[in-house]
């Protein structure tokens, strides 16, 4: 009902950028926060950073400072800026969205994840 397409993932090296885009579509009235996941090989899903519709925002004390997450309500998409990567960022990142359906159900969305890889 809700789908999730991300792009912007690839290889950079360390101290490099790259911006990762998801954009939500489908029978969507509203959405209350979107956010960025991440999974590194061996390890556990975590979270990177959400926006709400207010527009506060969380950060992972590890990506504070270097890590900017934006949305563009109008067109239900979410952004994560990453600038001075390092290595231990390489992973693949997941975006996540929570709202309401048009049928006024909740629901909880993932996409199916883009590969950041940086090299050092």
């Known amino acids: 009902q809700v789908q999730l397409v991300e792009s912007g993932g690839g290889l950079v090296q360390a101290g490099g950028s790259l911006r990762l885009s998801c954009a939500a579509s489908g029978v969507i009235f509203s959405i209350n926060a979107m956010g960025w996941y991440r999974q590194a090989p061996g390890k556990q899903r975590e979270l990177v950073a959400v926006?709400?519709?207010?527009?506060?925002?969380n950060y992972a004390d590890s990506v504070k400072g270097r890590f900017t997450i934006s949305r563009d309500n109008a067109k239900n998409t979410v952004y994560l800026q990453m600038n001075s990567l390092k290595p231990e960022d390489t992973a693949v990142y997941y975006c996540?969205?929570?709202?309401?359906?048009?049928?006024?159900?909740?629901?909880?969305?993932w996409g199916q994840g883009t590969q950041v890889t940086v090299s050092s």
């Open positions: 996540n969205a929570e709202g309401v359906t048009t049928l006024l159900r909740t629901f909880i969305d």
């Open positions: 926006i709400r519709s207010g527009g506060s925002t």
